[in-house]
Every structure is written in C-alpha cells, then in structure tokens.
C-alpha cells in the first residue's frame, strides 16, 4: 500500500467513523457480533528498512522542497515540506528527517518535524 492509498483509507475510515458516531450507530456491535480482539502491531526489523525513500510515488531526495499553497476557510496558506539532508533513528529504524512548515498571512501556524523511512519492499512508512 502506497502512503497516498494508506491516507485515503484512514480519511476514509475516519469520515466513516465520524458519520456513524453521529448517527450514534459506531459504538456498539451488532448483538450477534463479537467484538473483534485487539491485534499487536507488527513485528520491526530495523534490517528491513533504509532511510532512503525512493518510492517512484513518494520520493524523498535529501535537499528537495515542495511548496503548497491553499487555503481553510478563505484564508490563505503555504505549507512548506523540505526533505533534508538529515537522518533520525526512530525504534531502531533509520529515518530520512523532514521540516514542515505551514504559514498564513508569513506567521508561522505549525511546524513539524517528521521522519519517513522505506521497508525492503519499497512501501512508505
């Protein structure tokens, strides 16, 4: 799964969750279901993955910056997302280190810094 695909299907899941909490339909099972149990996270091996992210549909070569321009309700915004030249070690898993920052009116409204790395078989964490 791709992270584009991974973010349509939580937006997805989020919207869906959203609309059935409203309609008060998300929190109880039907009566003959059971609820499901809990599943562990999966198993990391660090091994498995590189901080180079050269995913053909994310890639993420140090020293590129895209800028997005948009805006929420009517103001305008720019989001700034640069792939530095930096690595992190995020449990044990060597992360390539990106600076994102949104303004609007030039103020500063959030800024972040986030770590993305690439498992063997090239998908996007």
């Known amino acids: 799964m791709t992270i584009r ?6 937006s997805l899941a989020t919207g869906l969750v959203t609309a059935l909490g409203s309609a008060g339909l998300a929190a109880s099972p039907l009566p003959s279901e059971a609820p ?3 599943t562990l996270p999966p198993a990391i091996d660090p091994a498995d993955f590189s901080a ?4 053909p549909w ?6 590129t910056t ?3 321009r948009g805006s929420t309700e ?3 915004l720019v989001d700034v997302f640069e792939v530095t030249h930096e690595t992190a070690i995020i449990a044990g898993v060597p992360c390539v280190v990106i600076r994102d920052t949104v303004t609007e009116a030039g103020q500063v409204v959030e800024e972040t810094v986030d770590w ?3 498992d063997r078989l090239g998908n996007v964490w």
């Open 58 to 63: 994310f890639p993420l070569v140090p020293g």
């Open 116 to 118: 993305y790395t690439q």
């Open 74 to 76: 009517g103001r305008a």
């Open 52 to 55: 180079t992210v050269d995913n």
């Open 5 to 10: 695909s991974a973010a349509l299907a939580v």
């Open 66 to 68: 895209l800028k997005y």
């Open 36 to 38: 499901a149990s809990p």
